[in-house]
């Protein structure tokens, strides 16, 4: 119901066609969002997840609705314009789908990205259209990987799809999500970085105990334990601050270790190793 504020534009001059005039207004509206949110609090990640086609035919095969021509959303544009810190296209259809491929679409997606966002595409895990959906939801996991080869991630819509289904809480749980995993960075975003962390460690019998400082703005902590040749990586919850750890792991005495704390934005600070006998 626009009439009235079309009707003001045009009389006021505007040239814009309807169409054009509300994809503007929109544009300016998430372009506003996104810049008003960085001046009150940098560190506040924005995203949208739009429909998950543009429009048919982008790329070739694709068929459906046209959010560019029906909702008046020129989500393309925003990805293009790093209008958002992460952008998550609702890729609700199975990879096998004709007309709506899951590959396809996240393919041309992952190309549109030319600001180097997050890219995490949306996932109907609550009711994908597949026989096994459990398998379908971790298959599709795994194509993301493959195309959005860094900083990978997954929305999951809705949660619903997980809450209520105990074969996808084991299959998410114990396969495809079994190793925790950092936060991506998000590198076009200016942060504080966090200073080193005042470690201290004490050998007692067949284990390290180590120390550090409470950093407030610590999203994590991460634990690097090197045994022989082999590194081992833990990631910690910000209120822990102590870890007693074996000497030796498969025959290899420990040797050295690192505690480095990860900031709001994903970013691990200076650090330095420290080596233990």
Known sequence: PDYKTWSAYQNSGGTLSRADWRRANVNKFVKRIYDEIKIQKNDVKFGISPFGIWKPGYPSGIKGSSQYDELYADAKLWLNQGWV????????WPIDSAGQSFPLLLQWWNDENIKGRHLWPGLNTVAVKSSNP????AREIDVTR???????GQVHWSIAGITK????????KLNVYKDKALI????????KNLPELDVTWTKQQGHFLLNWNKQSEALSYVLYLKYGNTWQTEILAPELLSKKVSSESNGKKLSTFVIRSLNRLGKLNDYKAVVVN
Do not use: C
């Open 184 to 191: 991506p960075e998000t590198k076009w975003l200016s942060s």
């Open 165 to 172: 289904s105990k074969a996808m809480q084991d299959e998410l």
């Open 146 to 152: 493959q195309i959005v080869k860094n900083n990978t």
């Open 85 to 92: 810190d992460y952008f998550t296209p609702q890729l609700y």
């Open 134 to 137: 459990v398998s379908e939801i």
